[in-house]
């Protein structure tokens, strides 16, 4: 594949590219795990620290308070310092924030390593896209998107899975412990490939500054996308939180059987999401219309994905399961897609504040979802209208891609 370098750095070696997508796939695989580890110990934290199913909502969402605050922040530096050194140092602080977890003795005890979680984190994707948006060409940022997007969704199923076999022979304070611990070396060979490559801190040329704010929140493509991803996370973010405690609560599923088979719907999408956006790039390099392609995947990934409602209704575990995978596989191919289209439409110039703005609005899910789930189950004692509202909100977002987002190409930008 071409090289495509920084406006105005040393172009990066192919292996280089590469290798720091592997391990960028790794930190995001290990910054879900991080973020869905309190619902993998719900079950075993409420036993020793009296908690509603509101509390527990509250501390679901408790993350996306400072995580999608903190996105407009992260997006705004980024495009000022070296983008390695301050990914490294949000890195470290919700690795820090996992390992502290263990040490909680109530609800605000459990709250305040919730809230650094989410500070440490937001440093992630306006990182992600600074180095995708300058380094990779339209026929690759799909699959680069996908490497990434792959592992954001195997961190939940190691999550689930790592995270419950913990649970049972180390209780939930080991699991905190041991997976925030672990997380922590990553951080070397990280340091090790960054001193190799020449710096990725992406400092344009003064007759190209970033365009303002302003400018990039009047397109109508760019609402499409923050809808769009409000809609994806809105689901995503249902399955992290509440998933598990469902898995027990409704299906009766012992600890064992909620690691093994609530990991498999994660599993399935960073499949489907490895595979749409390896297809998505053949696509486009066998002459297809990058923008039909990357609006169907997105599209129809969301559309396809209201098959969980199905999933909650079937009475048998068994197909319960099968459905609930089947909506998986479809929102795979959305998030393979998601952030290639906003980069291709942000363009180098403002990819990380495009992209720190996007994601500050689609984690807003990450408050809603949680929080909307917790006074639906306090109220009800089902998760029937849970299910619904997230197969409503899936809906809506894939249409969002069809009806306002007409062309995926680089805005020409009047500033």
């Known amino acids: 594949m071409p090289s495509l370098a920084a406006p105005s750095s040393t172009p990066v070696q192919e292996p280089a590219r590469w290798t720091l997508v592997a391990l960028l796939t790794a930190s995001i695989c290990i910054n879900y795990a991080d ?53 490294a140092a949000g890195y470290a602080l919700w690795s820090l924030a996992t390992v502290v977890t263990a040490a909680a003795q109530g609800f605000v005890t459990l709250l305040i ?45 190691l999550g689930v899975l790592g995270g419950g076999l913990l649970l049972q022979f180390f209780g939930w304070r080991g699991m905190f412990l041991i997976l925030g611990a672990a997380g922590m070396l990553w951080l070397i060979p990280w340091h090790l490939t960054v001193r190799r490559v020449p710096s990725l801190a992406t400092t344009l040329p003064a007759s190209e500054p970033p ?80 923008s039909k392609v990357r609006r169907r995947f997105g599209g129809y990934g969301l559309l396809a994905s209201v098959l969980l409602l199905p999933a909650y209704l079937a009475h048998s575990n068994r197909l319960s399961l099968i459905l609930l995978v089947a909506a998986c596989l479809s929102y795979g191919a959305f998030s393979s897609n998601v952030w290639a289209i906003t980069q291709s439409l942000a363009g180098p110039r403002a990819a990380a504040k495009w992209t720190g703005l996007q994601n500050a609005f689609g984690n807003l899910a990450g408050v809603t979802a949680p929080w909307v789930t917790g006074q639906i189950l306090n109220r009800t004692g089902s998760f029937y209208w849970a299910f619904f509202t997230v197969a409503t909100v899936a809906f809506f977002g894939g249409f969002c891609y069809f009806s306002m987002v007409r062309s995926i190409k680089e805005v020409n930008w009047s500033t």
Request: aromatic residues 18%.
């Open 35 to 87: 973020r869905g580890n309190l619902s993998v110990g719900a079950a075993h934290i409420i036993r020793e620290i009296p908690l509603t199913p509101a509390d527990e909502g509250l501390l679901f969402s408790a993350f996306f308070w400072t995580y999608a605050s903190c996105l407009f922040l992260s997006s705004f530096i980024i495009d000022r310092f070296p983008v390695t050194r301050l990914f």
């Open 211 to 290: 365009p303002p704010l302003l400018e990039i929140i009047s397109r109508r493509d760019a609402w499409a996308t923050f809808l769009g991803l409000f809609a994806g996370n809105y689901l995503w973010y249902f399955l992290l939180t509440w998933l598990p405690p469902y898995l027990v609560m409704k299906r009766h599923y012992t600890t064992y059987m909620m690691a093994f088979y609530g990991s498999l719907p994660f599993w399935g999408v960073a499949a489907s999401s490895l595979f749409s956006g390896w297809l998505s790039d053949r696509l486009i390099l066998s002459g297809a219309d990058p």
């Open 113 to 157: 390593p919730r809230l650094f979680l989410g500070i440490g984190e937001s440093v992630a994707y306006p990182s992600y896209s600074k180095i995708l948006a300058t380094r990779f060409t339209e026929t690759e940022r799909g699959t680069a998107n996908a490497w990434i997007d792959a592992g954001s969704k195997a961190g939940p199923a």
